[in-house]
């Protein structure tokens, strides 16, 4: 529509490796907390209870977020009622479900100088749009931009009368993809100050009135006119007679059925007498365009500023890159595409044909790491997420892109938009195993799956929908990696949450029996047992759903049959001691014989220290004097406990990260003053291990839960073991030296900078004096 193709009217434009914007994040809060923050009127709507007068800029984000994040309706639209708050000058609601009468009450009361309605969704027709604006003196003479792309012309409830002319203001319209026909165009033409036209799409079949603005017509956009009915020299002609038009798109999106060049574009090529002003042109999708007849058109109009060449055969001569002034929408090397991807983004055909060439120059070369590309990518995946063939392609682009050491260089905002769309298009396309797998593989990265910011919740959901759906061997262990890396990150509520889902448990141990009946040792067990192993910690239903589903049985066979692979006893061991953390599921862990072979593995010489740990905790739990009671043979307890006291001081902690813990709740009761001591031992070796491992961390995780209380009532017990007090009295050395270190890198200088404006500089000057 205009030289620099499809923008958005409002919006925040923040730096995509820089933090988000104060105003945008204090935006995004308002849209969270809508419902807290507004009374209901009688009809449903919502109105701010209490709200100040906002400026302009900030009333415009405030409609773009609640748009970006999908809580705009009927309902939240009734916020912008009135203007004595909100004044609203720029606004886009495309896409958004909304009624005519919401429309006219909430928007048309503002002083609008740009509106963009695509495609919205709802009964709203553009009679009822123009209806609305044209009820407001104010917004008449204000409107400047208005864009009507995809909605009806009428519905059986609409104003017949449809004018256009009222708007005297307007200088840029838009309504392709309407049913617009000639007695409109008439109506549209004779708008005085309009400069910019689309009109694709419609059902125009005589563009004769547009000499009614041959003085001031600056841009032309007539893709997709097929009931156009006139002569090649009547639409030279009129062309000819358009003085001020610069930027003219008559490009082609039937690749595959019309895409001959047609006569009219072939003499404007040819025709150096044609529009030598004409800066922009658009012949994308018309075949049979040759550079050779390029070379003339441009040497005849040296403003040529751009030349829209995809799907035409030419742009692979060198005065074609891209690269300099002039530039070109084409597929002959990344320059073009991203031309291409950022001019077509609304439109699917050329939009794909661009991706697919993308895709094939990702896969022959090696361009680095290309954020921008990216972010093109993925703004026409959610311009098109219901569409098939987009989405095919762009998910391939997108692993191309963010392929191994590629994703770190991006910016993780970025990023973090991409795998938002990423789950969005798996679950919009469940069915579709190859745009699954795209997805999946996008996703299989340490660095996107532990340091990029998105939904983890409801990325680990989906992918588990995913998992449930196929039995596709690599499909399975891609989602499972997924998955087991994602529910780590998950807090304790989201993974209550996930856990209780009785699918995904199931799901889960359904790949453990397949892979463990074929006696496999690989990656998706591991991954598959890593994800029920955290999906049980602190959630009792998951552990009555692993019981339920038969695990117990599944797990009792695991240790005796992958006795050889102590990652995969750990991973067994780690959800039994899940399972015994719960009062009311130890029951179902007093069998003798399970409890006997646990033993044997926490005092084996030849088992390793993890191993060893996790069959303490089982060990621990169910032989604390918490409930239930002991009700098997009371010399196996006190073997077990001896044995637990004996095994814990003889450990030695590894070198490497054993074990990270979200909370020490599970480990107070067992640190209780009658608890026996190999019961305590274990707690503490437990808590120790972690500490030394990152003090700084579970020091304060200790002193906000009251650990620290919790140890510093253990030795002050005299009746408790002396390995006990030694390894509680090392725990709380350790917190308290980091508690030193903390306050004398902090304390004075804290105050003193709190007091003073000081550099950064001098800041950590100052800092290493106090320290010295």
Known sequence: MDEDGPRSLCGPCEDEDGPPSLSGLCVECVCRNLQALCSVRSDGSLQLSSCPAFPQELSDLLIHTMVQQGVLDDRTLGVFRGTECLHLKRV???SCRLSADAFRKALCSHRLKELDASRLRGDITVSDILQGLSSNQQCRQSLQRLTLTGLDLLSSSSDPSLSFSSLRALRSLGVAWTQLDDSGLEDICSLPMLDSLDISGTAVTDLTPLLNLKTHLYSLTAHGLHPLDMSTASLLSILS????????????????????IPAVVLQLLERPQILPALESLDVSGW???SDAVLKPFLEARRGMRFLGLLATGAGA?????GEGNLKVAGEFNLTQL???LRRYREREVLLQRALLHLHNLTNQLDIGSQPDV?????????THSGSVGVQLVSTACVFNLTNLELAVSMPLRL???????LITTMKNFPNHEQIQKNCLLALCSDHILQTVPFNRYEAAKQVMTCLSLYEDQTLQRMSVAVVSLLVSKLSVEEIGHLGAEEFIIKQLLSIVQQRASVGAVDSTLKFALSALWNLTDETPKACRIFLQNQGLELYTELLETYFFDSSVQQKVLGLLNNMAEVEDLREWLMEEDLLKYILALLHSPVVEVGVSYFAGGVLANLTSSRRPEWRLDAELRNTILNKLHSSVISWTPPDHEMVSYRSFQPFYPLLDCSQPSGVQLWALWGIQLVVRQSVSDYSTLLENEGGLHK??????????????????????????????????????????????AVSGAEWFFWCRVYST
Do not use: Y
Not at 241 to 260: A, C, F, K, V, W
Not at 317 to 321: E, G, I, K, T, Y
Not at 720 to 745: F, G, K, M, P
């Open 287 to 289: 075949s049979g365009v």
């Open 317 to 321: 001569s060198d005065f074609l890159s």
């Open 374 to 382: 990216l972010k093109l990518v993925c703004a026409g995946m959610q």
């Open 415 to 421: 990023l973090g938009n991409v795998v938002q769309q």
């Open 711 to 756: 140890l510093r009532d253990l030795i002050s017990d005299p009746s408790i073991h002396t390995d006990v007090h030694s390894l509680a009295l090392n725990i709380l050395c350790l917190v308290e030296t980091q508690q030193n270190c903390r306050t004398a890198a902090e304390g004075p200088c804290v105050r003193w900078r709190s007091r003073f």
């Open 338 to 340: 991203c031309e291409a």
């Open 92 to 94: 886009s609601i495309r």
């Open 241 to 260: 007679n358009l003085e001020q038009l610069r930027h003219l798109d008559i490009s082609n999106d039937r690749l595959d059925t019309d895409s001959e």
